[in-house]
C-alpha cells in the first residue's frame, strides 16, 4: 500500500494505492491518528485502492466514528467496483458519505 498526502483548501486528502489489508492496514491507522487528534477534514481517495480486508474495513470505520466524535469530517471517494461491492455488502455503503 501507498499512501499519499495532500492539503487542499482545509481538506486533508490521503490517496490510498494498493491493498489495505492486515499487513498494511496498521499503516492507515498511524498516518490518520494525528488528523484525529485535530478533528480534520479527511477524504479518503480510493481511486487506486484495489482490496480491503476486514482489517482495513475497521480501520475505516474507526476513523469515521472517531473524526465524528471530535467534530471532524470524513468522506470515501473514487471506490472502483470491487471495493464498492465490499462496502455494499457490510453496509458501510449507507454509513459512510461516499462520492
Do not use: W
Not at 70 to 94: A, C, H, P, W, Y
Request: glycine content about 8%; overall charge negative.
Amino acid at each position: 500500500m501507498d499512501i499519499t498526502i495532500l492539503e487542499e483548501g482545509g481538506t486533508t486528502i490521503l490517496h490510498i494505492a494498493g491493498r489495505l489489508d492486515t499487513v498494511t492496514s496498521p499503516e492507515l491507522e498511524q498516518t490518520v491518528k494525528p488528523l484525529i487528534d485535530l478533528g480534520a477534514v479527511v477524504v479518503f481517495d480510493c481511486e487506486k485502492m484495489d482490496y480491503v480486508s476486514s482489517s482495513g474495513l475497521r480501520v475505516i470505520l474507526s476513523t469515521y466514528k472517531q473524526l465524528a466524535a471530535v467534530g471532524g469530517k470524513f468522506t470515501i471517494r473514487n471506490l472502483n467496483k470491487e471495493v464498492q461491492s465490499v462496502f455494499d455488502l457490510t453496509g458501510f455503503s449507507r454509513l459512510l458519505n461516499i462520492e
